[in-house]
């Protein structure tokens, strides 16, 4: 009866210590290229595909029908006058590669 209360406990206390050790291991969950902006776009460019790609999630979790006409981001950029073409532009490109992205592997 000791000796199985002794292997619960060594069994408890190894899977206390080793379980977490590998989780933090393996680090944070790395950002897919899919998610990246082309190196092509500039600072606004780089900031108007992420929003694209977090806009496309949003409709994607909230079960709405893809369309980058209706993202007010896209409609009313967040950025100078000067900087909305390629806001819109990188906005599009972003939009659609996660369109593409989540409606192929769904996360």
């Not at 408890?12 to 969950?29: D, E, K, N, R, W």
């Not at 896209?74 to 409606?103: C, N, Q, T, W």
Request: glycine share 8%; charged share 25%; proline share 7%.
């Amino acid at each position: 009866m000791t000796s199985r209360k002794t292997m619960i406990a060594v069994l408890a206390f190894a899977t206390s210590v080793c379980v977490p050790s590998a989780i933090l291991a393996q680090g944070p969950p790395s950002h897919e290229a899919w998610e990246t902006a082309p190196s092509e776009f500039h600072e606004v460019g780089q900031r108007g595909y992420h929003d694209g790609v977090e806009g496309a999630r949003k409709d994607f979790q909230n079960h709405r029908k893809p369309n980058v006409n209706n993202r007010d981001e896209f409609k009313h950029p967040p950025v100078s006058g000067a900087d909305r073409d390629e806001y819109r532009a990188a906005f599009r490109r972003g939009y659609d590669a996660g369109v593409e992205h989540l409606m192929n592997h769904g996360y």
